[in-house]
């Protein structure tokens, strides 16, 4: 089994940042893909940005504002949300794919209001 930790979310004022974090531990032969969904209110839960094997992808809507990054050493990844808007505002979920599976954290919130 893998369990994932996520930490780094909460409340936010227009263009300020937060920094996600998603620690994977457990029966981990190899971590492959890692990355950030979101999911807001009355909405699909969508892909935000993805890292795997150094080459990243991003939504349109966090092109230039949010970084992906990992520490392959601690099998964690991280979210960088900077200029961060109201519509920003959803629970967001770290992915990890695995040799056997992929796995979900349990969802932090971010809140961009003011």
């Known amino acids: 089994q893998v369990q994932l930790v996520e930490s780094g979310g909460g409340l936010v004022q227009p263009g300020g940042s937060l920094r996600l974090s998603c620690a994977a531990s457990?029966?981990?032969?190899?971590?492959?893909?890692m990355g950030w969904y979101r999911q807001a209110p009355g909405k699909e839960r969508e892909l935000v940005a993805s890292?795997?094997?150094?080459?990243?992808k991003y939504a349109d809507s966090a092109k230039g504002r949010f970084t992906i990054s990992r520490d392959n050493a601690k099998n964690t990844v991280y979210l960088q949300m900077n200029s961060l808007k109201p519509e920003d505002t959803a629970v967001y979920y770290c992915?990890?794919?695995?040799?056997?599976?992929?796995?979900w954290g349990q969802g932090t919130q971010v809140t961009v209001s003011s």
């Open positions: 457990g029966s981990i032969v190899r971590v492959n893909a």
């Open positions: 992915n990890v794919g695995v040799v056997g599976g992929y796995y």
């Open positions: 890292i795997t094997s150094g080459i990243t």
